[in-house]
């Protein structure tokens, strides 16, 4: 028996379908529309209940979990807490001053002393992370490699940005950094009326990242909004990434001279 932390994105939908009917699981349903309440094997649980989920997971003897989607950092006067709760949200509360990611990298240190292991959120889709290669007809330039490289550059320098996964940069000029806002804001940020096809995303794992969860994830939505922006390509980490809708990805790419690179 696996047990399955959720959080918002699609990709535990993914993860889903792999699953049915293959794989016993439970689901631990931590997102804020109760999203998976139509599964039979779904809890929908607060994230200050951690003696409930402890108790989920045990009675189901799942000795396993793996952690799939965005867990937002939550209002913590409005948690209902139970009694191992009360006793973990100090730490919690201290660990989601460093982003979104610390806060699972807590949830999964918890689970440790209570002997539950947590799996890579790949384990049972390696096939939606994309390999070293370029995937699209057009291929980055002269101007589009400077780009890239300032752009992990960047990222690799960064100190109290710790929840940055994403860098925009246009005509060899950094423009924009995701914060805690996420890659919508960055995007959106990054828009200029005046270039069209010009500029990169560059979406790599945090620094010190925990690689088993919280990868990258790049998807239609992102294509499109990197298109909006008017930039011309995405660059995301070989085999450290979650790419979904894989081909219709590559066909917008295509259709809008855009690139896909995974370095």
Known sequence: MIGLLFGETDFPKQIL????NKKEYVIIDLTKNKTFKKDKNSFSVSLGQFGKIIEILKENKCKRVLFAGKVKKPKFSKLRLDFKGV???????KSAKLGDAAILKEIINILKKEKIKTISSLTFNPELTLKKGIYTKIKPNKLDKSDINIAISTLHKLNKYNFSQGSVVRNKKLIAIE?????DKLLKKS???????????????KKKQDLRIDLPTVGLKTLKQCKLAGLKGIVVKNKQNIFLERI????????NKMFILSK
């Open 179 to 183: 914060k805690s806002g996420g890659t």
């Open 248 to 255: 219709k990805c590559i066909n917008f790419a295509n259709k």
């Open 191 to 205: 828009k200029n009326k005046k270039f069209k096809n010009n500029g990169v995303l560059v979406k790599f794992p």
């Open 87 to 93: 006793y973990y949200m100090p730490r919690i509360i």
């Open 17 to 20: 379908k792999k699953l049915k």
